[in-house]
Each structure stands twice: as C-alpha cells, then as structure tokens.
C-alpha cells in the first residue's frame, strides 16, 4: 500500500473531524484539501463520504447517553418535542437537497466559489454578532417547532451554496431566532445526525461501487481520524460557545477566503 495515500487519508479525515462542527464548511475545506493533495475521482470522493461517518459517530458518542434518554423516553413532552424538531428541521434539506445534489456538485463543488462562500459567511457571521441579542431560548429541549423548522431553512442555504457552512448556517441562525448559544451549537450537533447519515446512506451504492477490499485500510484510517478529531472539536466548542462569540471564525473565514479568491482569480479564474 502507497504510504503517500495513508498520509493523505489521514489528513482529509482530519479536515473534515476539525472542520465538520464549527462555522468555517468542512464540504469548503473538503473540496480544497482534495484539490491540492490531488485526490480526485470517484473512489476519493467515496472516501469522502464515508470519512463524513466518523464525525457523524463522535456526536452519537459524545451525546450518547441523551440520544438515548430521548429515545427512552420519547413519549415525554420534551423528548418528544426534540424528535419532532429534528424531523421538521430536515424536511427543507431533503426537498431541496436531493433534487439539485447533482446540478449544485458539477457546478460549484469548485474552489472559487467555495473561496466565495467562505468570505460572504465570514461577513455574515460577523453582522449576526453585531446585531445578536438576549435569547429567549436556552436550552436544545425547549426551542418551539417554529424555531426549529426556521433553522431547517438556514441548512438549506449550505446545501445550494458549498462552503457556506452546514453547521455556521444552523448556529448562526439559531441565534437569529432567538435561541442561546449552547443551544443553537447543540441543536446543530443534533441536526447533523439525520442530514449527514441520510445524505451518507443514499450515497452508500456510490462507495460499493468503486471501493474494493484493498481499499479498506485506507477508508478506515479516514474514517477513525474523522472520529477522533471530531470528538476533541465537539468537546471544545461546546466549552468555548459558553463565554465566547464566534467573530474568530468569521475572520478566519473572510482572511482565508479572500487568500483563495486571489489565488483562484489568478490561476484558473471563474
């Protein structure tokens, strides 16, 4: 087995573990990171999908005894009310999702509108701070379905528009709605599970399709580094969100963005 290919496993999985959870677009950095480790093709971007698995785990690891609470006692009012706010919140997703997934991939799963979508987050991020005020809702078990299915439309923004960031659009704009930023982050954890696992299991044909069994030392290194960093990042933004705001990835966002639109502009323009 080609080391150079372990080694370039091992750092997409830890792009998308850093990445996948806080508002910069692990689908943005994705996208770079296959573009300048040459990693391209369908079989890499099999790898990619499933390397989204591992992240996905860190949060079923990390919220796994109130994953199961909830699902133990779902009847109760509050449990109840958490399922029913996840369901909705994914409808906007799946509607839009699935029948632009392709149009949307061959058109701007690119670098330079990536680049794009991480500056115009950046600025929004930025004015969401600056305009954020007292929440009303503090906790991910008490947010009214209303609020939940206006975050569900936040999410579609990263769908149409790679690089915007799945969980900047659903923090950011829970806290647009009102809600706290513990709970806004929380809910955005919560919410990733159905849209990545359902985005992961419509895909799973595509990485029967191309992966053999000598591929599997290297979806496996992906895979653990995925989930391992992952669950550090998990563990520190939700300690950080307590008493921080997130203007410092908004700048990183506009920084590095505007870094790549020169690069881009410059070398392969539109």
Not at 18 to 40: K, M, R, Y
Not at 74 to 96: C, F, H
Not at 185 to 200: Q, V
Not at 215 to 237: K, M, Q, W, Y
């Amino acid at each position: 087995m080609d080391p150079i290919l372990w080694i370039k496993a091992a750092v997409l999985g830890l792009v998308e573990g850093i990445t996948e959870f806080i508002p910069v677009s692990s689908t943005g950095h994705l996208i770079l990171a296959q573009d300048w480790l040459n990693f391209t093709g369908k079989k890499e971007n099999a790898f990619i999908i499933f390397i989204q698995l591992g992240a996905i785990l860190a949060v079923v690891w990390m919220y796994r005894a109130k994953i199961w609470n909830v699902l133990r006692t779902w009847r109760q009012p509050e449990s109840k009310g958490l399922i029913i706010n996840l369901i909705v919140a994914t409808i906007p997703a799946v509607l839009v999702g699935l029948p632009t997934e392709e149009w949307i991939e061959a058109r701007l799963f690119k670098p330079f509108p990536v680049a794009l979508a991480l500056v115009v987050g950046g600025i929004a991020i930025l004015l969401i701070e600056k305009y954020f005020r007292t929440p009303t809702v503090e906790s991910v078990d008490r947010i009214p379905l209303s609020k939940a299915i206006g975050v569900g439309l936040f999410q579609v923004l990263a769908i149409i528009w790679p690089g915007m960031s799945r969980s900047g659009a659903t923090i950011m704009g829970g806290l647009t709605l009102g809600l706290s930023r513990t709970a806004a982050t929380e809910f955005s954890f919560f919410l990733a599970i159905p849209a990545m696992l359902g985005a992961s299991v419509v895909k799973m044909g595509d990485i029967a399709e191309v992966a053999t069994p000598a591929d599997i030392p290297v979806f496996a290194i992906g895979f653990v580094v995925a989930f391992v960093s992952a669950l550090v990042v998990i563990r520190t933004l939700i300690a950080y969100v307590s008493k921080n705001t997130f203007r410092p990835f908004a700048w990183y966002r506009i920084v590095f963005g505007i870094v790549l639109v020169a690069i881009y502009w410059n070398s392969r323009g539109f």
